[in-house]
Structure formats: C-alpha cells, structure tokens
C-alpha cells in the first residue's frame, strides 16, 4: 500500500468496521455522503485482503467511475498489477489480484474473488438488474466477503442492514469537514418551448455566462438526449468552446478530461455524469429538474459533484424547474439532514 493520505476519525471508523467484516466473510454497507472519501478508506482493508493472497474486485456500475478509480488506485497500489475491465477497454487474458471492473465485466468469471465491492451499488443499471446482481453473487466464492458503497443507498440495501443482513458504518460528513452544498430552486418557466424558438432563457444564459466570466467550470444536466442535443447548437453559438457528452460518446473519457484541466469551460450533460466524477471547483445546474428521471437519488448524487475538492469547498448547485417536485424537496431535505447529524447547523 503506498497511499500516503490520512483518513478522517470517521473514515478511519468505517474502514476498520469494514475490514473487521471481510476478515468475518461477512457483508457490509458502507454509506457515505457524495465527497466523504469512500475510495480512501477501502484501501486498507483491500491492502489487507492482497497481503492474505486473497483475490479482490471492486465492482461498479458505470465506465465513468472506473475511469475515475483506476489512476487512484494505481497510485496507492503502486506495486500492484490492476486490471481495468470495461466496454472498449484494452483487455489482456491475465490473472490479476486486484481488479476493477463494470458489473457487465462480471459475467465473465465464475468462483474467482475472496472479495467483491460494489461501489455506487444504488446505480443504474445495477439497482433495477437482476442478472447483474446474479453476476456479483457468481463472480464471487462461495465463502467471500461482499461490500456495496454508496452515497445514495436504495430500500432493498437498506432493508438488508434493518434484517440484520449486512453489517453497517455511516459517515455523514465530507473528509474536509465543511457541509454539502445546498441546491436552490430556480423557475425556469417553459423552457422547452424557448428552445424550440431557438433561445436560451435568459436565467439559464445568465448562470453560464457568470461561470464562464469568473473561470469556475460547470455541468448542465439535461433530462434527455433530445433536449441536449437541440441546445448544444444554441450554447456553442454563444460559447463555441462548451463540450457535450452522452453515454454512446466514444470521446466522453477525453471530454472529461478537458474540463478537468479547464481546457473547456463546461460540459452538456445527461445523468450519466451523475457520479463518479470529481472536478475541481465545479458549478452545476439541472435543467429540467422536475423531470421524472431526475429522481431524489440522481439529484443528490448531481448535488454531490459540488464543493469536492478541500480548496473549492462551497459551489453553486441550482435545480432550474418548471415546476417544484417531491423529489426535487426530498432531495433537498436529505442533504439538510445530512449536514444537521454531521453537525452542521
């Protein structure tokens, strides 16, 4: 393990309580708020399963976060060969001890992990997929360990730790000890029918252009591929720069990238780029946040994008609507209840 950081008393908590649990073959739920550092305190536990000669995998539902995950674990396992399973990966027939890799990779072995994580467990598609479920349960051993992580945990995961199933750790504060950022409510009074003029309402243009005027880089979550599509012309008309990206696109990795080192000044979004992501000083907006596929879980996970980074700890997270959901208030009063048991009045 050459991970040099230092865990949080409450990271350090989870990850003991964690470890104690693959040590037992037993499962575990680690739930932690979006930027509490999840990835940091499954390393020592994983470092102590490879010591053991056992066989580890962390599992998750999406490219994105395994694209996020590879360069953090190659850099606290440095003497570790890592495999990166994905869709367009350059894959090599190899046996590795430690592997990352999307759920689908996980069809491909049978018997083969002492340890399997599933981090983002409440994602889709893996939340709804009951085949991908059966592929974590046969990729394992018959005597294995099994953790989910997540920030977001569905009912079916929590109903396993009120039965008693799963063993349970919560971190309810982010490792640099500052409180999530709250979304506000912004009307946005029929926006479609504005893009179909071929405008962009003026709010909207407006929050862009401050985040384009102070240099802070920004997503803009749209509901569906259609709507982005049609306003990706009208944005670039004013900001040729801005990039847009969505889950078929073979160049979301680079796009990704670009933002990260502000090479761009913001990216278009579906909910693809819900989690899993981390960029430095980063504003958001949803558009269309009444949408029903935004529901209370992707807007908190969205939410969570902001205010990551110890040095940019605040940010701007605004939910442009037509109209004020229940998902959009629960969303809301979930980040408040987070910050009130983290202590934050």
Not at 100 to 110: I, N
Not at 195 to 206: A, D, N, S, T, Y
Not at 246 to 265: G, I, S
């Amino acid at each position: 393990l050459t991970w040099e950081g230092q865990l949080t008393m409450l990271q350090q908590k989870a990850s003991k309580q964690l470890n104690t649990s693959l040590l037992q073959k037993k499962q575990h739920v680690v739930h932690a708020v979006c930027g509490a550092g999840k990835t940091e305190l499954l390393f020592q536990p994983i470092y102590n399963a490879l010591r053991k000669g056992e066989r580890v995998c962390v599992a998750t539902p999406r490219t994105d976060v395994v694209l996020e995950l590879l360069p953090r674990f190659q850099q606290a396992f440095q003497q570790t060969t890592i495999q990166a399973l994905y869709g367009g990966a350059e894959q090599k027939d190899r046996y590795c001890s430690l592997v990352l890799a999307t759920t689908h990779q996980l069809y491909r072995f049978e018997r083969a992990f002492d340890v399997v994580i599933v981090d983002e467990a409440d994602a889709f598609p893996y939340t709804y997929d009951t085949a991908l479920q059966q592929a974590v349960l046969k990729a394992k051993k018959s005597v294995a360990a099994t953790a989910l992580v997540t920030a977001t945990p569905s009912n079916k995961i929590l109903q396993t730790i009120e039965r008693g199933e799963a063993n349970y750790s919560f971190i309810p504060k982010r490792f640099h000890d500052h409180p999530l950022p709250v979304p506000r409510n912004e009307s946005l009074w029929f926006y479609n029918r504005q893009f179909e003029k071929g405008q962009i309402p003026k709010k909207l243009k407006k929050w862009v252009q401050e985040q384009i005027d102070q240099q802070r880089p920004f997503l803009l979550f749209f509901p569906t591929i259609q709507l982005r599509e049609k306003s990706k012309l009208l944005f670039q008309n004013y900001w040729p720069s801005i990039e847009s990206v969505h889950a078929d696109d073979p160049n979301r990795k680079e796009k990704v990238l670009l933002l990260r080192e502000e090479k761009v000044p913001g990216l278009m979004t579906t909910t693809i780029l819900e989690r899993g992501i981390t960029i430095k000083n980063v504003q958001v907006a949803v558009i269309g946040a009444e949408n029903k596929i935004f529901e209370a879980n992707a807007l908190i996970q969205i939410a969570g994008r902001v205010g990551r980074n110890k040095d940019y700890p605040n940010g701007d997270i605004v939910f442009f609507h037509h109209g004020i959901t229940t998902e959009m208030d629960h969303a809301i009063r979930q980040i408040r209840k987070y910050n009130t048991k983290a202590e934050f009045k």
